[in-house]
Every structure is written in C-alpha cells, then in structure tokens.
C-alpha cells in the first residue's frame, strides 16, 4: 500500500507522545493562524481561480470564519482539555472519579471542494486540540486550492505528526485501505456510503458531513422583502454550491405570488441586471457539475434567471415556480443556483412534505409568527435549524454543526470539534487501603452483605423517601 509508510510514521509520532502536551497543541495551532494571515491573498486567489468565488464571500467563510473557530480553541483550550470530575457513591467517596480526554491517534480528514480551506481547516483544529497526529486529503476538483494546501501547509506545521496527501478516487481507495483511528469526511451521501464502508473493516469511528434537500417553509404571515433578500442570500452564496442552503421553498399559491416579485428585486439589488457580469456571483466548479446542475431546469416554469453559458459554467440566479414533487429538481440535492419553489397548502402539509423526505442537514422556516416557527421546529428532525434566516446558525462555535439519518453522522464547530476527536475515556483511581471497605462486594454472599451494598451503590429517585 502506497500509504502505509506514511501511516505507520504518523503512528510512531503519536505513539511517541510528542503531540500530547498542551504547549504542542497550541504551537501548532498557532502555525495554523500564520497561514492564514500570510497566505490569506494566495487562499482568495486559488478559491477564485477554482469557481469564481467573490473575494469577500472567500474571506468570510474561507479565512474569518476559521480564524473564529481557531481563536476559540485557543481561549478554551486549557479549561477543554482538564479532566472532568464526575459524581461519587458512597463506596468511592475518598476516591477520584473522572473523565479523561484522550486523542483517537492517527485521524483522516477528507475535504470537498465547496469550501475547499474551511472544511478541512476547521475539523483539522479540532483534531490538532485534540491531540491526534492528522492526515488531510484536500479535494482533487478544487485544484489550485489543492496545489496551495499540498504546497504550503508542510511549512507550518510538524511534519512528523500532520500531512497532506494530494488523490484522486483510486488513490483515496487506498488511502482508505489503512487503518485510521478516526475519520471525519465531508461530501456526498453516495460517497459516505463508501467511506463507511472501508471504516467498518478496521472498526473506525467516523464523522459524515452529509448534504440533503433542506426545505424552507415561508408562512403566508412574514415580511416578504426580508425573506426575499436572505432567503437569495442563502442559496445564490457561493453560486448556491452550499451543503446548508436552502434547496427548495414551500409556501402557498399566494406567497409564491408575492415572492416572485420581491425575488427578483433582491436577485437585481445583490448582482445587478446581469448578474454574469457582477463580481460578487460564482461559478459551477467544473463542467460535470455544470451538466448536472444545468438539467435540472426543466423542472416547472423558469420564472427568474435561467440563462445559461457552458464555456464560462455560469448558471444565473434562477427561481423555478410551480415546481412538482417529481420533477428532476426535487430528486437531489441541487448544489447550484437554483431555486424551486413548491406550493402547498398550509403549514401542516409543509410540514408533512418534509417529514415524507430523508432527513436534511437544515430546515428553515419563515414567519412573523413565532408560534409557526416552532411548529416546524417541534414536528420535524434536521441536522439544525434556523428560524428566519438561512445560513446564519453554521456562524456560531458555540451551536453543534451536523447531519442526522441521510444528512450524515455526528457533529463539529468549537468544543463539539474537540469532543469529536477526543475519546472520552472514564476513569476511577482508587485508595490502596481502606480494603474493609470493599468486603461487602467479596464472597461469601450473604443477605446482609446484600442490603448494606444496596445502601450504598443504589441510586434513588429525587423527591423520594424512604420510610424507615
């Protein structure tokens, strides 16, 4: 295996202990700072260069939003890592009882291509927090962030304990041969399958960043200029090549009226007349992706947008009015700047459509009507949840950020990084004397060895007595 070498290097490190103290921990975190600032041009160029992303939606979510989520772990990091004492019985009352924090050992990170910097950098903090020794797979489709990764990244950190590793299919198949003590993917279903797959052969545990249809129910009692705006906002970002955007609306016959218009004012007020030719619209990443996305059109009528240049891989900010649960666009998770929108009823047959689909990774509601957002809230299951506003709830360290079902497995962002790739090891150190304490538990077995052991190992309800 190709790989191995590199594997049992990484190991050898781990094992070493050199990546367990918190002074480690911490210079390598730092190192992590220092390339973002001093490569942060290079990082806005790459991105650009890839898909076309607008520098400032680059800097938000390439290099502010991991610089957050670094500067976090670092405030935090001492108080994460400490040993967390637990309560006692009365048997273990001189004793100490804890939760130890160990790193996994050898983990491995694959990236998409969405966020070809944030998605690997921010689980890659947690892993480093943790104390593990890392290898990254960046995404082969993103090439020049790719190259900038593979390139750069050996400068700043240790190269005994963290590597980048540059595949394509074949070769992440046998990357994925080794054996990992924990891996953290992010991407497609179709894919995690996959990843699951070589992880069971080894019993490695995982973490799936899975994407999935996430609906948006707009209430016929809402503000529609405001929905308008951050409703496009979330799904035209970064040309709508977003796991967390939202994929579809469901509203009234009404609403969809009054949507339409406001819309395509937002649509205008954001990237001009022809947004082909604003410098804050992206472009599809490659022309697989453009083919896919572009097909998928001909769902209901092209009420915004819907103009088209292959060479270029632009798709405009398009909105699909009167779209039905059959049609292509309702069949995957779109992953382009397409926006259908599905008319139902009410709220309870909103709710219904999304309880009848696998689960999403967010739903999104819409309502001046706070008891409406917590209806669908309450009557539905999503990754996370967002009332109001689209995107806005993947901002905060302190929110867990992940799939349930379908949209993938497990969580991240601030501690819950750190959680993620630590195992969580319970821990009872106990005094050498005081053995009469422990003759209840030896044989010979009597009743009252029995009873005594009762009132000191059980645990009673609160609120409850005991009638002596």
């Known amino acids: 295996n190709p ?30 700072g220092r390339f973002l600032d001093e490569k942060k041009q290079e990082i806005l160029e790459a991105t650009a260069m890839d898909m076309g992303k607008p520098s400032f939606e680059a800097y938000f979510t390439e290099i502010l939003l991991c610089k957050n989520e670094l500067n976090g772990t670092l405030n935090n990091l001492s108080h994460w890592m400490k040993d967390e004492h637990v309560d006692k019985n009365l048997v273990t009352q001189l004793d100490s009882a804890f939760i130890r924090k160990d790193p996994y050992g050898v983990v491995l990170i694959i990236a998409p291509w969405n966020y070809p910097i944030h998605l690997f950098l921010v689980p890659l903090i947690g892993a480093i ?35 980048v590793v ?18 953290f993917f992010t991407g497609s279903p179709s894919v995690g399958r996959i990843i699951m797959t070589a992880a069971a052969k080894h019993l490695t545990p995982v973490t799936l960043e899975l994407g999935g249809k996430n609906p948006c129910y707009v209430s016929d009692v809402c503000d529609v200029q405001n929905v308008a705006r951050r409703v ?107 926006l259908p929108i599905v008319v139902v009823a009410n709220m309870d047959e909103a709710i219904d459509f999304i309880n009848a689909r696998p689960r999403p990774l967010a739903i999104y509601a819409f309502s001046c009507d706070s008891k409406v957002v917590n209806q669908v809230l309450e009557r539905t299951s999503s990754g996370g ?44 150190h106990r005094n050498m004397g005081l053995e009469a ?32």
């Not at 790989?3 to 990546?19: C, D, E, F, I, P």
């Not at 367990?20 to 390598?28: I, L």
């Not at 538990?441 to 052991?453: A, D, E, I, S």
């Open 232 to 338: 496009a906002w979330g799904r035209f970002f970064n040309a709508g090549q977003t796991c967390i955007a939202p994929d579809y609306v469901l509203c009234s016959v009404e609403m969809q009226e009054k949507l339409m218009p406001a819309l395509r004012e937002a649509i205008t007020e954001f990237f001009g007349s022809n947004p082909r030719e604003s410098p804050d619209f992206g472009r599809i990443v490659g022309d697989k992706q453009f083919r896919r996305v572009r097909a998928l059109l001909c769902s209901g009528r092209v009420a915004i947008g819907g103009q088209t240049d292959e060479k270029e891989r632009y798709i405009a900010p398009t909105v699909l009015a009167d779209v039905l649960p059959s049609d292509p666009a309702m069949q995957e998770e779109i992953f382009g700047p397409i």
């Open 129 to 163: 927090a943790a104390g593990n020794c890392v290898i990254i797979k960046p995404s082969e489709t993103t090439k020049n962030t790719e190259r900038l990764v593979a390139e750069m990244l050996s400068c700043y950190l240790d190269n005994d304990c963290f590597a």
């Open 166 to 183: 540059t595949a394509g299919v074949q070769e992440t198949t046998k990357l994925l041969e080794n054996k990992f003590d924990y891996i």
């Open 437 to 468: 304490l422990n003759t209840l538990r030896y044989p010979p077995y009597t009743q009252q060895k029995l009873g005594l052991l009762t009132a000191t190992f059980e645990i009673k309800r609160k609120g409850m007595c005991t009638l002596l």
């Open 3 to 32: 790989y191995a070498g590199l594997v049992n290097h990484l190991r050898a490190s781990w094992l070493s202990g050199k990546t367990r103290p918190m002074e480690y921990r911490v210079a390598q975190l730092e190192a992590l």
């Open 385 to 428: 949840f967002c009332g109001n506003d689209t995107l806005m709830h993947v901002t905060l360290t302190s929110l867990p950020f992940g799939g349930i079902g379908s949209s993938g497995l497990g969580k991240y962002h601030g501690k819950f990084t750190f959680d993620t790739f630590s195992h969580h090891r319970g821990c009872l």
